[in-house]
């Protein structure tokens, strides 16, 4: 099958001339796993990952490695129940100059309720429950205050990791373009067209990262209960609290006729808490055209991981010898698990409930998480250097199958035209999928990702440093900005525990 000018050999040829014809390690497969595997390191152990214990965010990742789709679908799950909890807060909230604030704070208190419970359709009995059972008749300025302050406090209890993550993946984007460019990266140890194939093949993890930070989470497994049983306590007037949310069913069990609560945080991991699992994905409808269904949201999870198999195929497809080889197939495969992973999450949901449902899953995640990352690592290091693999032969046919044996000007052809571009668009997809994203976190981000500043100036009305109309109706001197209020002077906001049903307020928050 050889000329004058292409050096090419059968595939008996290659097996009867060369010497490792069935395997044989790349002579340079250190540089190779460099090339991508430390900075998709460095991508995978900056997804956020909530404070629920050393074991469950190990769960955390394999539940990211090995479905990805339905833990991208939960993240935006999460941001539309805030979304929607601060449409509702909209609609409840009088219109006045203070209607953005209090449907802000009210937006966040929703949303902690539903982080503790996991349900969103209990949410609004839940807070009125808690409202209604008020004794000492706090007045509506008091309940405001309250209100305001508490969500001040949720909302200032998250973490935000965005410096840490745009270093991160500007270090996995400069890693691609020094493979890329020579001048950049210096003269590499062999054409990396294999390399770049493996690198665009997880580039879906960018997204997952901007994904995952932006929503981002609190500092504590504690920290939202924690805020949650002094708001509570503080409205009905006890010193105590048992915190058992009667109309949320999932923290509600019957054990032989009898109601057995479960342990809130030890339910945390299965039950709101890591927002990339969410098993009930369907939420209530705010009547509204802002909604947006579970499958729009699907259609979103989708499609980073279809740019990143398309963009992978392609590179390792055009990398001599041209044509279905062992590397290909291994992308298709891999890629078929990911789209049966959250079908198998499905059917698993279906099943099982709470921790056991929580636990099969991420046994399925670690088998094919941990089955992807080692066919990567293995193909990277030359598991499918043989002459079959190079040979084209799935999609050439065994009589048509050679391999090239010269095929360095193709590769130098690739390197400058077309790993270039499919590099290029296969990032900038990727960043725009995120684009489309931040879409839908948009109105949630509005609550929970306001800027410092915007903290600041809101902890300063609330807490009456800048002589706020809050400042007058807590008691405290209104002297001008940065002035502080006198805290001897303010009414004591505690009422004491008197439960008598009789002096309930009425209101809840279908009348804010």
């Not at 014809?21 to 900075?39: A, E, G, K």
């Not at 745009?166 to 373009?177: Q, R």
């Not at 509005?446 to 809050?470: A, C, T, W």
Request: aromatic residues 10%.
């Amino acid at each position: 099958m050889s000329g004058p000018d292409e050096i090419w050999l059968t595939i008996e040829g290659c097996q009867d001339n060369c010497p490792k014809p069935n395997f044989d390690l790349y002579s340079d497969m250190w540089p190779r796993l460099l090339t991508w595997l430390v900075p998709a390191l460095l991508l995978i152990g900056s997804v956020h990952l909530p404070r629920i214990g050393h074991v469950n965010r190990f769960f955390v990742i394999f539940h990211f490695m090995g479905d990805p789709i339905d833990s991208m679908w939960a993240l935006l799950t999460k941001a539309e129940v805030w979304n929607r909890f601060y449409a509702l807060a909209l609609r409840f909230t009088p219109p006045g100059p203070e209607q953005l604030a209090m449907a802000k704070a009210l937006a966040a208190m929703l949303s902690a309720f539903e982080e503790l419970t996991g349900d969103m359709a209990t949410v609004e009995k839940e807070f009125n429950a808690i409202v209604v059972e008020n004794g000492a008749q706090l007045s509506k300025e008091d309940l405001d205050y309250i209100l305001k302050e508490s969500a001040e406090e949720l909302v200032d209890s998250r973490s935000n990791e965005g410096l840490r993550t745009a270093l991160v993946i500007v270090n996995y984007l400069w890693a691609v373009l020094a493979a890329l460019v020579p001048e950049i990266g210096g003269l590499q140890s062999s054409q990396p067209g294999g390399r770049i194939g493996t690198a665009m093949d997880l580039s879906w993890l960018v997204t997952a990262v901007l994904l995952s930070n932006t929503l981002s989470g609190f500092t504590s497994r504690r920290t939202c209960l924690r805020i949650m049983e002094r708001y509570t306590r503080t409205i009905k007037g006890r010193r105590r609290d048992l915190h058992i949310f009667p109309f949320s069913p999932r923290l509600l069990s019957q054990t032989k006729g009898r109601g057995t609560f479960e342990d809130f945080i030890d339910a945390q991991p299965w039950n709101g808490s890591v927002y990339s699992y969410r098993p009930r994905k369907r939420l209530p409808s705010t009547s509204l055209k802002t909604d947006r269904s579970p499958f729009h949201l699907l259609a979103l999870s989708v499609m980073p991981i279809l740019i990143a198999a398309v963009s992978a195929f392609v590179i390792i497809w055009y990398t001599p010898t041209i044509g279905l080889g062992c590397r290909t197939l291994w992308v298709i495969a891999l890629t078929a698990g990911l789209f049966i992973s959250p079908v198998l999450t499905w059917v698993i949901s279906r099943t099982l409930k709470g921790r056991w449902a929580w636990y099969f899953t991420i046994a399925k995640d670690a088998v094919f998480g941990l089955t992807g990352v080692t066919v990567i690592i293995l193909s990277s290091i030359g598991i499918f250097n043989t002459c079959w693999c190079w040979s084209g032969v799935y999609s050439r046919g065994v009589a048509r199958a050679f391999i090239d044996l010269d095929p360095d000007s193709e590769r130098e052809y690739n390197l400058h035209h077309l790993y270039p571009a499919m590099v290029g668009v296969c990032l900038i997809l990727q960043i725009l999928t995120y684009v489309m994203m931040h879409r839908v976190m948009k109105a949630g981000g509005i609550v929970f990702r306001p800027r410092e500043e915007e903290k600041m100036e809101q902890y300063r009305l609330i807490h009456g440093l800048n002589g706020s109309p809050d400042t007058e109706m807590m008691g405290g001197p209104r002297k001008g900005a940065g002035v502080r209020r006198e805290s001897e002077a303010a009414p004591l906001l505690l009422p004491p525990p008197a439960m008598d049903s009789r002096y309930a307020s009425s209101t809840s928050i279908a009348m804010m």
